[in-house]
């Protein structure tokens, strides 16, 4: 969000005056009340509003909220153009951009803590973010002095110059997204996130050692959507869904739960909008449980999915097939990863903490961070 202010004050000071409302003698007191509310109210209300419903989010998705909500900026600088070709609709133009401003805002304040932190390699955050203030200045400076060249160089003759806005708006704003895209690659944040986690146990089940927080950035993509890619037997962290189903041959994992069990892993078939079945690979985390036992349920789903993508003779097992052989099968799948993970697990967390990860807490999202528990505890 920086580095828009250079061209937001470049493009915004080339459009005509009235655009914002300056020029009419005629507005009443009531009306700018009016437009206020409207405008910065509307704005300060969904700022709240955005920031109260996605707190988790700009820790477990940081990259991806600063990304989306870096698009929504650059739109609204571009709505804010608009102003000039509709004045009718300049209120409505001016709200819907405000409102996407401050949201963008609300992402940039809660999300610049946790990037200048990975940037703070000697605990130095303090330099970091005196750096990044003098870095926003001195874009602010560069835009204004762009903008007043422009204006100049405009002079009186705004009509053969009148779209010129609309034409240096997409390169600044292309420039824009990309820097920031790259930027966040570059941000190499040590806390552990699930997907993140899956990327190291995932390496380490089929290198044999743990990714530096760097190339775990290389290979975390950035949804625009939130939409991950297609991925056999994806996994799920979280309690399991009543609108799911639940295949009767893995049934026998749950029933097969003791009190010294913190978590279980078992699958679930999801129907999604095309009404298809796809199995998924459930873990469901018990109350009480630390990171420790995140871990090794996480590494011990890996485990199972990495058998269940190789043995395809798993491919004859249905929705219904409940024979002897297919619960002993999956049973055994899921004893294998259990032993496997109980294993490498500590292996595995000491080289992840001489790799520099956090692994005294993991951050899950609202959804995963949903516990079972027994009703004697």
């Known amino acids: 969000m920086t580095n828009s202010n250079l061209y937001e004050k470049l493009l915004f000071l080339t459009t005509h005056d009235y655009s914002i409302g300056v020029g009419y003698s005629s507005s009443l007191p009531s009306a700018a009340a009016l437009n206020w509310v409207l405008k910065d109210g509307l704005g300060r209300l969904s700022r709240c509003i955005y920031t109260a419903s996605l707190a988790s989010a700009f820790d477990t998705n940081l990259k991806r909220v600063r990304f989306v909500t870096s698009v929504l900026f650059v739109g609204s600088i571009g709505l804010e153009l608009l102003t000039p070709a509709f004045p ?5 133009l001016a709200t819907i951009a405000n409102i996407a401003k401050q949201i963008s ?9 946790a990037v200048h932190q990975s940037f703070a390699k000697a605990d130095n955050l303090g330099e970091i973010s005196a750096k990044a203030q003098i870095q926003t200045v001195c874009f602010d400076i560069l835009g ?3 903008a007043a060249l422009v204006n100049m160089w405009i002079g ?37 996130t699930k997907d993140r986690l899956e990327i190291i146990l995932n390496t380490w089940i089929e290198c044999g ?28 962290i979280g309690c399991i869904n009543p609108k799911d189903q639940i295949p009767k041959w893995s049934m026998k994992t749950i029933q097969s739960i003791t009190d010294e069990d913190y978590y279980f892993v078992c699958m679930e078939i999801f129907k999604g909008l095309k009404r298809t079945g796809q199995h998924r690979i459930v873990l469901s985390i018990r ?24 043995r395809s003779k798993l491919d004859s097992i249905g929705e219904n097939n409940a024979s002897n052989s297919a619960l002993e099968d999956w049973s055994a799948i899921v004893e294998d990863g259990k032993r496997s993970a109980e294993r490498d ?33």
């Open 287 to 310: 109350e009480g449980a630390e990171a420790v036992h995140i871990i090794m349920g996480l590494l011990q789903a890996c485990y199972i999915r990495r058998t269940l993508v190789n």
């Open 345 to 377: 697990v500590t292996n595995l967390i000491e080289q992840m903490v001489g790799m520099g990860w956090v692994v005294k807490n993991i951050l899950l999202s609202k959804q995963e961070q949903a516990r079972y528990s027994f009703v004697c505890d």
């Open 105 to 113: 805002l609300a992402c940039y304040l809660a999300t610049r803590s």
């Open 156 to 192: 009186n003759h705004q009509r053969p110059h009148a779209g010129l806005h609309f034409i240096v708006y997409p390169f600044f704003a292309s420039m824009d997204l990309f820097g920031i895209y790259q930027g966040l690659k570059h941000v190499h944040l040590q806390t552990l």
């Open 88 to 92: 009718r609709f300049f209120l409505l």
């Open 209 to 236: 050692s743990v990714p530096s927080p760097a190339e775990v950035s290389e290979k975390e993509v950035i949804n625009f959507l939130g939409v991950k890619g297609k991925s056999l037997w994806p996994i799920r």
């Open 144 to 146: 204004l002095m762009l």
